[in-house]
């Protein structure tokens, strides 16, 4: 949107780069639930699942459209909320049976575990790759950045928020009906209980992957990837005694 000067309004250039998040229209749909396209929230939140690359590829004909990556429509957002608000009443129902505790678990998935973390990576995802993975072009005096594409602080937040799905489904929906088995002191249970883990994290790193490498002026960015190897270190050595699930569960019911 023009400013001052015919300036972007952005969170300030880096390397080349301006933010194309035009927040005033994603709070105002917020309120405008009719105008809100849940059906194709509904289809994200499936291929994020099965073929997660088939949503990058929308959000590039969302480029080509509309001329920015990332998306006005809230309803992504807004669905993932309720879908929080409907698992922790169902946490809470099942572990700590009151309305407060129901009520401050609710509060904490949603703006905590969510909209919070999302809003941190995101923006540690609109830094990092914006400073050091842009593709460069060499002139006279080295490398310096691609004017080819800027990156959105809103399309990083897209990126998050989808990330943040897959991690949700794996610990927040699959995990709820793995308890009974989970919480048992049998070897089995720590096996089956940290792979949810590893799948969760995992996934996680392949769609924030996905959502970035999307992005045709950006480079290296499997790098991404790499915390992978570190979460599968961790994840052997855990299958010597250290059940995940059993310490990391607890902490999700008190809304830590």
């Known amino acids: ?16 780069r301006s933010d ?19 059906e194709m929230a509904i289809w ?37 909320s309720f879908f929080l608000l409907l698992t922790s009443i169902a946490w809470g129902l099942a572990y700590t ?16 575990h969510f909209l919070s973390g999302a809003l941190l990576v995101a923006t540690a995802g609109w830094y990092l790759a914006g400073r050091f993975l842009r593709k460069g072009r060499t002139g006279r005096f080295g490398a310096t950045p691609s004017a080819d594409g800027e990156l959105e602080w809103a399309y990083c937040f897209d990126v998050a928020v989808r990330a943040f799905f897959v991690a949700f489904f794996f610990l927040y929906i699959v995990q709820f009906f793995l308890m009974p088995l989970l919480s048992k002191n049998w070897w089995i ?19 924030t ?23 599968a270190i961790v994840w052997v050595v855990s299958l010597f005694g250290i059940n995940i699930a059993r310490n990391i569960a607890p902490l999700l019911i008190k809304g830590a």
Request: proline share 7%; with cysteine; glycine share 8%.
């Open 1 to 16: 949107m023009p400013g001052v000067g015919g300036a972007s309004r952005t969170f300030g250039p880096i390397g080349g």
């Open 189 to 207: 249970s720590l096996f089956i209980g940290n792979t949810l883990y590893l799948v969760a994290f995992s996934f996680y790193c392949v769609v």
């Open 44 to 80: 994200e939140m499936t291929c994020l699942l099965i073929s997660p690359k088939k949503v990058f590829r929308s959000m590039y004909h969302n480029k080509q459209t509309k001329g920015h990556w990332g998306r006005d429509d809230p309803s992504f957002v807004a669905l993932l």
């Open 97 to 112: 049976p009151s309305f407060l505790s129901i009520a401050r678990l609710a509060l904490v998935l949603t703006f905590v």
């Open 209 to 231: 992957f996905l959502g970035y490498n999307a992005l045709p002026f950006l480079s290296h960015t499997e790098v991404i990837l790499f915390p992978i190897v570190a979460f």
């Open 20 to 38: 194309g998040f035009r927040l005033p229209v994603f709070i105002k749909r917020l309120w405008k639930i009719p105008q809100m396209d849940f």
